[in-house]
Nanobody
Framework: QVQLVESGGGLVQAGGSRRLSCAASGRTFSNLVMGWFRQAPGKEREFVAGISQNSVNIVYADSVKGRFTASRDNAKNSVYLQMNSLKPEDTAVYYC????????????????????WGKGTLVTVSS
């Protein structure tokens, strides 16, 4: 089992920045493919960013490309999402997700392929 705990959510004005963190435990972190997803009110959960085990491959949804940056620190068992130039449409509950896979270069874009989930952290962007 993998436990994931997100933090860093809150209220931010449009144009502002926020950094989300996700702390993982229960498995060797460097074996985990990590991802960020979000779910806005009344909408389905959607992919935000994915990062491979060795951080070499990082992918983003088109809606956040150029504004959000995903990173991880395998020594701290943590993954991060730096969000800049926030827009009201970024308002959502943000979830950290993980899947254990062999190798070093995998990324996952689909929520159904993620095995472990945090409880989420709410980011509200006011206009």
């Amino acid at each position: 089992q993998v436990q994931l705990v997100e933090s860093g959510g809150g209220l931010v004005q449009a144009g502002g920045s926020r950094r989300l963190s996700c702390a993982a435990s229960g498995r060797t972190f460097s074996n985990l493919v990590m991802g960020w997803f979000r779910q806005a009110p009344g909408k389905e959960r959607e992919f935000v960013a994915g990062i491979s085990q060795n951080s070499v491959n990082i992918v983003y949804a088109d809606s956040v490309k150029g504004r959000f940056t995903a990173s991880r620190d395998n020594a701290k068992n943590s993954v991060y999402l730096q969000m800049n130039s926030l827009k009201p449409e970024d308002t959502a509950v943000y979830y950290c997700a993980a899947h254990e896979r062999s190798g070093s270069y995998q990324v996952i874009r689909t929520s159904r392929d993620m095995a472990y989930w945090g409880k989420g952290t709410l980011v509200t962007v006011s206009s």
